[in-house]
């Protein structure tokens, strides 16, 4: 099964939506396999964000993600990385979609509420960042024989 690493970013804790989000993902049939709630340190900033170092908004983007808690999870589904960064939508919130959480949710690219993986290749990395492979369930949901044919 396919795997993503998606991260509710400070503003999102902030600002009352870590309920919300999650209900929307398990709503869809998509399976959480580990969550954290946590302030996430400079060096895991640095190495989750490694492609975006250099640029001119990275030391603002840091500041941003240090600034309080992330709920960061692992879940599972099948094309998970694809249907995960259409629930999210445009990384501009003022270009996202409605319907979409930054759609919905944000207003401004420097605040626009969850992080999700881009790639298959990327969920993994980002996956072994952030988490321990003690940390993640496999289960399965009572549900998946209604949702996978
Ligand atoms: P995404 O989060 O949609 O994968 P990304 O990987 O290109 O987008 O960038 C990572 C984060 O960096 C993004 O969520 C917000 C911030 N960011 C990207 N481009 C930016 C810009 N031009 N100005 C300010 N922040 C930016
Ligand atoms: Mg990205």
């Not at 993503?4 to 209900?23: A, C, H, N, W, Y």
């Not at 640095?46 to 692992?74: A, R």
């Not at 319907?99 to 207003?107: C, N, V, W």
């Not at 881009?118 to 993640?136: K, L, Y």
Request: glycine share 8%; aromatic share 10%.
């Amino acid at each position: 099964m396919d795997r993503t690493f998606l991260m509710i970013k400070p503003d999102g804790v902030q600002r009352g939506l870590i309920g919300e989000i999650i209900s929307r993902f398990e709503k869809k049939g998509l399976k959480m396999t580990a969550a954290k709630f946590e302030r996430i340190p400079e060096s895991r900033v640095m190495e989750h964000y490694t492609e975006h170092v250099e640029k001119p908004f990275f030391p603002g983007l840091k500041s941003y993600i240090t600034s309080g808690p992330c709920f960061l999870m692992v879940w599972e589904g099948k094309d998970i990385v694809s249907i995960t960064r259409q629930m999210i939508g445009a990384t501009n919130p003022a270009e996202a979609a409605p319907g979409t959480i930054r759609g919905d949710f944000a207003l401004e690219i420097g605040m626009n509420v969850i992080h999700g993986s881009d790639s298959n290749e990327t969920a993994e990395r980002e996956i072994s960042i952030h988490f321990s492979p003690e940390e993640i369930s496999e289960y399965e949901r009572i549900d998946e024989k209604f949702l996978y044919e």
